[in-house]
């Protein structure tokens, strides 16, 4: 059983690209959350989506940043114009049921260096 | 708010010491608890939980107990080995949500 994937693994944007990176959840997991590691720092909560709705997205940023997770496919997470201090190490992870006691499986993160 | 505190590092051992990694977290209501290990270049991996009060979580040598008098998940193992060289990562849910809150990592090292 495949655990959660994302890529690319590495990823060089220059200043004002755009980036898109991607999740793919483990397999029969149809919620997905997104997380963000800037140097020297903890996780931090971005999105959480299920199937074709975001339910939480109160760690996005309010501009530049929006995911998605359609119906078919994996889940996307998308910079617009990127900046410098959008360079971080982005974490998708999954669960099967959302519930708060329910493990969060991560993936190896997709590691964003702007230019 | 919500958060979490833990032990910051870096931390250096020798192999077969004794680690204890603290952590404390402040609440509304009654989270689930986590430590999760990243190794170098790699995503987090659940190591341990802890879902209600007084519950222990255990794996590959590592304890933490669920203390609520004491809003704590201390992690502990009795004797180290270089593999468990990595950043350790506490974190509890949010509120009544899913969404994790993580502390800012410890990252140890453990020397032969």
């Known amino acids: 059983n495949a655990g959660v994937m994302q890529n690319p693994r590495h990823l060089v944007r220059r200043r004002g690209q755009e980036a898109r990176l991607r999740c793919s959840p483990m397999?029969?997991?149809?919620?997905v959350y997104w997380y963000r590691q800037l140097p020297e720092e903890g996780l931090k909560f971005m999105v959480y989506?299920?199937?074709?709705?975001?339910?939480?997205e109160s760690g996005m940023p309010k501009e530049r940043f929006s995911a998605e997770f359609p119906k078919e496919g994996p889940s996307i997470l998308r910079i617009q114009q990127v900046v410098r201090g959008d360079s971080a190490a982005y974490f998708c992870?999954?669960?099967?049921?959302?519930?708060?006691?329910?493990?969060?499986?991560f993936g190896p993160g997709t590691r964003l260096t702007v230019l | 708010g919500d958060s979490v505190t833990q032990m910051e590092g870096p931390v250096t051992l020798s192999e077969e010491a004794f680690l204890t990694i603290n952590c404390t977290y402040t609440?509304?209501?009654?989270?689930?608890l986590f430590w999760y290990v990243q190794y170098p270049g790699e995503g987090l991996q659940l190591l341990l939980k802890?879902?209600?009060?007084?519950d222990k979580g255990s794996n590959k040598g590592f304890e933490a107990t669920y203390r609520k008098e004491t809003t704590s998940f201390h992690l502990e193992k009795g004797s180290v080995q270089v593999s468990d060289s990595a950043v350790y990562f506490c974190?509890?849910?949010?509120?009544?949500?899913?969404?994790?809150?993580f502390g800012k990592g410890m990252k140890l090292t453990v020397n032969p």
């Open positions: 992870a999954s669960s099967p049921q959302g519930d708060s006691t329910d493990t969060q499986y």
């Open positions: 397999k029969g997991h149809s919620h």
């Open positions: 989506l299920q199937k074709e709705n975001i339910i939480d």
């Open positions: 609440a509304t209501g009654y989270p689930s």
């Open positions: 802890a879902t209600k009060a007084d």
């Open positions: 974190a509890r849910t949010e509120g009544g949500s899913e969404k994790l809150v």
